[in-house]
């Protein structure tokens, strides 16, 4: 193995400029596990296309998205042992042990970044593959409303190294412009990433360093398409007071999300009640 090598694995398709687009460059490999997705036809078809214009150093597994669903909004030992269960992590386990080759490995977080469960299911593999091979697993740092208490939770039992990395706002459009084409691009198009990430590296054999004087840097992001649209996106916290600031503005706009919702379902209902009017009428 090479010391100056390192690996991106991520579960889907857009997750590795989303949460990585400051290594994905210089990746020995970009391993992306999840392709076809049973919720979206349209999305499955677009990942194959994106694969096959992909970058050279990308590297795809094709296993099909898992049935699970739901958020993580606490930590739960149950959630933990979902994920494991899974028919799909000890194939993901598997073949990430014959890609794997380098001493330092970045992926998902504890907290699944906004508490996405197969986000949480590939850092369980990844992590399991790297204490195997005794290698370097580093995390990556974003996190958003519903995963700030897991994450706060995590951090403090453990030893924390940050390290700090530019994002290639190039390589982060070019990438995105192609998913968009292949229409299988996940997040709000209006979507922009911050100038720097940050990554973790867990040592769990040393003390806790998170403390109320020394808190770790991380990335805050916004809820959806609304605060995208007032730029609000995403912002690097360290200070908790801010953060605080931050989520009291994130909670404020949830009514709307909300009103939006209840709208959405009454009209889909209704619609579906006159379409089952109007076949109803119609001679038999």
């Known amino acids: 193995m090479q010391n100056n090598k390192y690996i991106v694995v991520v579960a889907h398709p857009d ?3 989303l949460w990585a687009s400051s290594i994905c460059e210089k990746a020995s490999k970009v391993i992306i596990c999840f392709s076809d997705d049973e919720d979206s036809e349209k999305t ?12 050279d150093n990308f590297y795809f597994l094709n296993i099909k998205e898992p049935a699970q669903k739901g958020f993580n909004l606490i930590n739960k030992k149950s959630h933990i042992r979902n994920c494991i269960s899974d028919l799909s992590f000890k194939k993901i386990k598997k073949d990430l042990a014959r890609l794997i080759d380098c001493q330092n490995v970045y992926s998902h977080n504890y907290w699944g970044e906004y508490g996405h469960p197969q986000h949480i299911l590939i850092h369980l593999a990844v992590r399991s593959v790297c204490k195997e091979k005794t290698i370097k697993f580093k995390m990556f740092s974003y996190f958003n409303l519903r995963t700030f208490l897991v994450r706060n939770y995590y951090l403090r039992k453990n030893h924390v190294i940050v390290e700090r990395k530019k994002v290639s706002k190039k390589l982060f459009y070019f ?16 979507y922009s990433p911050p100038n720097y990430e940050y990554f973790y590296l867990i040592n769990q054999k040393k003390r806790s360093n998170c403390s109320s004087k020394n808190k ?14 007032l ?5 690097s916290v360290k200070k908790f007071r801010f953060l605080f600031l931050i989520l009291f503005i994130d909670l404020a706009l949830m009514p709307f999300y909300f009103l939006k919702y209840i709208f959405k379902k ?4 209704k619609k579906n009640v006159m379409c089952k009017k109007i076949i109803d009428n119609q001679p038999k």
Not at 216 to 229: A, S
């Open 231 to 235: 730029n609000l996106k995403q912002i």
């Open 266 to 269: 009454k009209f889909f209902i």
């Open 15 to 17: 997750d590795e400029i």
């Open 175 to 190: 990438l995105k412009n192609k998913y968009i084409k292949s229409n299988c691009w996940t997040f709000p198009e209006s």
């Open 216 to 229: 770790i840097t991380g990335i805050y992001i916004f809820w959806g398409q609304l605060h995208y649209n």
């Open 44 to 55: 499955s078809k677009g990942r194959k296309i994106f694969s096959k214009n992909a970058p």
